[in-house]
């Protein structure tokens, strides 16, 4: 395993171009699973895990990583499939999601596969909310489930959108400036934790849940006749999601005449310097990782400031 993750340099290329890299992986059986390289630091064969006394059942135990202390978490077992057996002989992928490190146990690790975003398509109809996939692909003839990473460790280590006093405090509730942001994430958890963060400073969100639709709402818009800076505050997006990630949306965006003054603000588990550089590189105004209910407000507010600020200049 320790060549699987070679030359991630490479691997940065492929951002901006609607790509990615899927790391696939079994956990029960022959149904197939796909993870964006991006987030993996590394894949172990499974270490001694060490059980920890009145933590979530999902999580197996924590393991010692190079003087670190990593929660390890039964995937198979936390979207409600049979637990993983035999630790012994399985394999952890390692991994950084919102601010924090953690191990995902799984059966098998298999390669990684290079992606088109416009082959990763959302979940079929008629999929419930309670599933935890937030997209899926087909891989030589073989349906690949993406899971919502991010619902399932809502569900382990819990979610917070309640905002601190001191930003409640500041929120200018009364400023004559347009209060609708676009909302754009592929994880319904991800969207509802924005608009419940939001809806706590007055804003109102427009939920769309990959690039495509939020370039269609936003084309919609303009076409309707009212002028973007007069409705919308700004855009918040995910980077991964499927048929258009958020930095081939960006690049839509600021290749539309119509389109090209709107504020984007990328919001992304996905985190480090690599990020930073490539929301310059495609023309973001912003980026932030998820999820800090506080850090989103003061973005939003800051936002609203600014064009407070600016129309009373003019």
């Known amino acids: 395993m320790t060549g699987i993750l070679a030359s991630v340099d490479q691997r940065t290329q492929l951002a901006g171009h609607n790509r990615l890299e899927l790391l696939l992986f079994s956990m029960d ?11 993996v630091q590394e894949v172990i064969q499974c270490p001694p895990l060490t059980h920890v006394p009145h933590s979530h059942p999902v999580i197996r135990g924590i393991a010692k990583l190079r003087g670190k202390t990593i929660p390890v978490m039964d995937l198979a077992m936390a979207i409600g499939k049979r637990p993983v057996d035999d630790v012994q002989d399985k394999f952890v992928i390692i991994t950084e999601y919102n601010r924090s490190v953690q191990g995902f146990l799984v059966s098998k690790v298999q390669r990684i596969v290079n992606m088109n975003w416009g082959d990763i398509l959302p979940p079929p109809r008629g999929t419930g909310k309670n599933s935890y996939m937030t997209a899926v692909t087909k891989i030589d003839d073989q349906l690949v489930e993406i899971i919502d990473v991010e619902k399932v460790l809502a569900e382990v280590t819990g979610s917070e959108a309640e905002l601190s006093g001191e ?3 500041s929120s200018d509730r009364e400023a004559d400036v347009p209060r609708e942001v676009l909302v754009v994430d592929d994880s319904s ?11 706590q400073l007055g804003v109102n969100c427009v939920l769309k849940r990959d690039g495509r639709q939020a370039l269609e709402q936003l084309k919609a818009w303009v076409e309707e006749g009212t002028p973007l800076d007069e409705r919308l505050l700004m855009i918040v997006s995910d980077i991964e999601m499927p048929e258009m990630d958020g930095y081939t949306l960006t690049r839509e965006i600021r290749s539309d005449e119509r389109l090209k003054e709107v504020y984007v603000l ?6 480090g310097v690599f990020n930073n550089a490539m929301v310059e590189r495609v023309g973001a105004n912003q980026f932030i990782a998820k999820f800090n209910p506080d850090l989103l407000a003061g973005a939003v507010l800051d936002r609203i400031k600014a064009i407070r600020d600016a129309r009373h200049a003019a």
Do not use: C, E, P
Request: hydrophobic share 40%; glycine share 6%; aromatic share 6%.
């Open 29 to 39: 059986g022959r149904q197939q699973y796909g993870i964006n390289v991006f987030k």
């Open 189 to 199: 958890v991800a969207r509802n934790q924005i608009k419940r963060t939001l809806d």
């Open 167 to 169: 930003l409640l405090a």
């Open 266 to 271: 990328l919001h992304t588990s996905l985190s």
